[in-house]
């Protein structure tokens, strides 16, 4: 495809649906870890990005693993892991890699946080590039929570293929819908972003709160379709545009109001090409996003190698049928098209201490630990999972729930669902 010609909606609408959903077998396994980056000696300031990369310039790319380490706006670390060919070779590289990058970082006194969310450093964007000045201007238009996000969070994030064609679990269709169905479970179960509200309210993943009131087109879960290219293609065209890249040296545009389908339509001062497609897509932040593969977006980091358990949970789930199905079966009273949304709150804010969240999720961890036996996993990942189970799970809590959650000031994110007094 030429990258500088004139699209039009539907090249458009096909292009997103097809990059979306790349089909083919299933098993491969990937994973992105981003973590907060803190000196303990100056825990109230935040590395500089020139201190961070001399911090890391000595380590090889890709590292010894095969991933590869990025800066995010705010200085947060990213690693994003080699492909592994199953979720034990996965694991292996990662764990490969993360060890030089703390000793790297331990030897300028800096140390990766096991934290969703800073709850102490104001935001401030470390980088210089247009992009993130682009988009933290855009979010700023509507308060501070974008930035908040942009440069306060971490996650874990799953990355899963997509599927083949065929009819089972196997199939990118229902592969996609049992992602959408088991998030709101997934987002309980490894909540670890704790605050509290000046009315009382506490939320458990207030990171995952935080995206959701930022731009309801741009991160809120995409409807259920039968043919999820549709839904997802649908989704990115009606999805506010947050910015447009500009030659250097102007800075990028902050359009107001503009929808990718508008732009698409003319309505713009020049026409959209594929790689201002690209770049839209690569903003949107719903809780799973399909990139050609599956990403679970909705998972807070977690301390220690704790990543570790939500990357098999998740794997197990997708990867195994006889999993799937009780995971399927499990999440049953989640799939309301009506409520939809106010379950994905409620599992940000209660977590596991909702009762129907608890149950589902205590379903949906047996199936995968019944499931890691099958898919081979070394035992010591599943011991890993089985002391989560043990810890939080069958106790209907959550990482969150370890420690207090500090208070923010302000309004409620969500009025609606602010305690009774």
Avoid at 342 to 370: I, K, N, Y
Wanted: net charge positive.
């Amino acid at each position: 495809m030429d990258r500088a010609a004139v699209l039009t909606e539907a090249v458009a609408s096909a292009f997103v649906g097809a990059a979306g959903f790349q089909v083919g077998p299933v098993g491969r396994v990937g994973v992105e870890l981003e973590y907060l980056v803190r000196d303990p000696a100056c825990p109230d300031d935040r590395p500089a990005i020139a201190r961070l990369y001399g911090a890391l310039g000595q380590l090889p790319d890709p590292l010894p693993g095969g991933g590869r380490i990025t800066i995010e706006p705010g200085g947060q670390l990213e690693l994003s892991s080699a492909v592994g060919a199953t979720l034990s070779d996965c694991i292996d590289a990662t764990a490969r890699d993360l060890a030089p990058i703390r000793t790297a970082l331990a030897a300028d006194g800096l140390l990766l946080e096991g934290s969703g969310l800073d709850s102490y450093r104001k935001p401030w964007l470390v980088t210089d590039h247009p992009r993130y000045h682009a988009l933290a201007a855009y979010h700023d238009r509507s308060g501070r929570r974008g930035r908040e996000v942009m440069c306060n969070s971490a996650s874990v994030q799953v990355c899963l293929d997509a599927g083949d064609e065929s009819a089972g679990w196997s199939g990118y269709r229902r592969r996609w819908w049992l992602a959408d169905a088991i998030g709101p479970v997934m987002l309980a179960s490894f909540a670890n972003s704790p605050r509290t509200s000046r009315r009382g309210t506490r939320w458990v993943s207030y990171r995952q709160a935080l995206r959701f009131g930022t731009d309801a087109s741009r991160t809120r879960a995409p409807r259920r379709l039968a043919e999820p290219r549709v839904a997802w293609a649908r989704y990115a065209l009606s999805a506010r545009v947050a910015f447009i890249a500009e030659p250097e040296p102007r800075p990028w545009s902050v359009p107001t109001g503009l929808t990718m389908r508008t732009w698409l339509r003319g309505h713009d001062p020049r026409p959209a090409t594929i790689d201002d497609l690209e770049r839209h897509l690569s903003t949107l932040v719903p809780p799973v996003r399909p990139r050609g593969y599956l990403e679970f977006r909705m998972i807070d980091q977690q301390r220690g190698d704790g990543w570790v358990v939500p990357l098999a949970v998740v794997t197990a789930l997708l990867d195994d049928p006889v999993a799937a199905d009780a995971a399927a079966a499990a999440t049953e009273r989640f799939r309301s098209p009506i409520r939809r949304h106010r379950h994905w709150l409620l599992s940000a804010r209660e977590g596991l201490g909702d009762p129907a969240l608890h149950t589902a999720s205590v379903a949906c961890f047996e199936a995968a630990s019944g499931a890691l036996v099958r898919l081979g996993a070394p035992a010591a990942v599943r011991r890993t999972v089985a002391d989560f189970i043990d810890r939080y799970v069958s106790r209907g809590r959550c990482p969150a729930d370890d420690g207090p959650a500090r208070y923010v000031p302000g309004g409620e994110l969500y009025p609606e669902l602010a305690p009774r007094t």
